[in-house]
């Protein structure tokens, strides 16, 4: 039996101060959101971003779920998401976040089982780019 996607949270690790605008701009759209944290890497070397990256996830303890959003694969956002969900349970990760992939995230998060979510999510971000 699938669960949906109720008491799902997620952490968006990113460079600069992308995960707050990003968040900026779903507050916009869509209104206030609860059960996110943003984390950037300024001034952080990789022991001290998944330091950040875990306090985060701690402070949505309440949730069943964490998604955690990086902004580019490879970077050091990723390594260190990869390094906190290699030995996690309940966390998961979706790379090359985008606008869409929040708000897909956003809008269907309690309406849909999470494998789902995840995958309608990750086809949001890249349906969103095109070349014209």
Known sequence: M??????IGCVIVAH??????????VRGILGT???WRAV?????GLPELETAVRTAI???????MVVLFTDMPGGSCHHACRNIIRNSEGIR???GLNLMM????????????????LSLVQERGKDSVRLS
Do not use: D, H, W, Y
């Open 102 to 117: 929040l708000l897909e995230f956003f809008v269907k998060r309690e309406r849909v089982p999470i494998e789902e979510l």
């Open 40 to 44: 950037t890497n300024t001034g952080l």
């Open 33 to 35: 959101q609860s059960g």
């Open 2 to 7: 699938t669960k949906l996607g109720r008491g």
């Open 16 to 25: 600069g101060e992308v995960g707050e605008g990003l968040m900026g701009a």
């Open 93 to 95: 990760m979706l790379t």
């Open 58 to 64: 701690k402070e949505l303890a309440g949730m069943r």
